[in-house]
């Protein structure tokens, strides 16, 4: 994996220049070719769980930021899920909403989405149900350098909660990576807590730290597979050819862009919202088989 600091620090080695207006130069152009990969991907790598809670009698939720197509709707009551089926044309909604059988209820069945909102069918009946949106999300530019100030003081193995001391953390580290120094692997940030706080979203697996003093990085990653995240700083560095008019370089650099991105594309574009990716052997046998389907007469 390589954070956004990595990636136009390698960049920069690329072309050979690291100059403050080259950087600024990299820096967009990165964004800019993590976006289109991104984009040509369109897979379960770029979508995001929003949530809200369910209103007595009202029916219309704002999608959340930066959604640019709900996937899948469902409500949760009593620890059950009721999914919703996505009605996409206006008169057979109204033709529900307002001649159906049962106008309220808590038991999601239908919704319909508009420009920045949806609507549910019934409408609730009670309050403080949860409601999740999974969604493909837009882009969100890269902007944070690593963050390696203070030391990390405890956090348990199998533990989410670590504390830091001369950390200066806030709101904006959720949604970043990770990790200890002796221990390479890395943890998306869940939520923060405090300058000296955060809760990650996986249990840590490495040595636990107790009253320690242990090195630890932060960063800002692509949503990108790690094996893709090398393919923007193509993108970035020929860019920077382009506008130095080397065009065999850039055209090399460009090569390696569309190059590794075909081969993330077969390996890993799929519009569906989980990680398995079947083998061509559970490919042949076919579909689950349900074991309530018997065979009938049979002597």
């Known amino acids: 994996m390589l954070s956004f600091q990595q990636l136009y620090n390698t960049a920069q080695s690329l072309v050979g220049d690291n100059s403050t207006t ?40 704002p999608l959340p ?20 089926v996505f009605v996409y044309n206006e008169v057979d909604w109204q033709r529900i909403k307002y ?14 989405i508009r420009r920045n909102s949806f609507e549910m069918y019934p409408t609730p009946s009670t309050a403080n149900n949860t409601i999740t949106i999974i969604h493909e999300s837009s882009y969100r530019f890269m902007a944070q350098d690593d963050y390696t100030t203070g030391t990390i003081t405890t956090l348990a193995n199998d533990g989410i909660v670590l504390t830091g001391s001369s950390s200066e953390w806030d709101a904006t580290f ?15 940030i869940l939520s923060y807590t405090s300058a000296t706080s955060l809760t990650l979203a996986k249990p840590y697996q490495g040595t636990a730290i107790s009253a320690g003093s242990a090195a630890y990085t932060i960063g800002e990653f692509s949503r990108l597979p ?74």
């Open 65 to 84: 930021d930066r959604c640019i197509r709900p996937k899948k709707i469902y409500v949760t009551v009593s620890g059950i899920r009721y999914p919703a």
């Open 99 to 112: 001649n159906g059988s049962q106008t309220k209820g808590n038991f999601l069945t239908h919704v319909f």
């Open 174 to 188: 959720a949604g970043r990576q990770f990790k200890i120094n002796a221990y390479p692997i890395w943890y998306p």
């Open 22 to 61: 080259t950087t600024t130069f990299l820096k967009l152009h990165i964004n800019i070719g993590n976006q289109k990969a991104e984009t040509k991907l369109g897979s379960y790598f770029i979508e995001e769980n929003g949530t809200d809670l369910t209103e007595v009698g009202v029916d219309s939720y």
């Open 226 to 299: 790690p094996s893709m995240h090398i393919l923007p700083v193509y993108y970035a560095a020929a860019m920077y050819y382009n506008t130095k008019k080397d065009l065999t370089n850039m055209a090399t650099f460009m090569g390696m862009f569309d190059a590794g991105l075909a081969d993330g594309i077969a390996l890993y574009g799929k519009r569906d919202s989980s990680s398995y990716i079947p083998s061509q052997r559970h490919i042949r046998q076919g579909a689950a088989i349900d074991p309530n389907d018997y065979p009938s007469n049979l002597t």
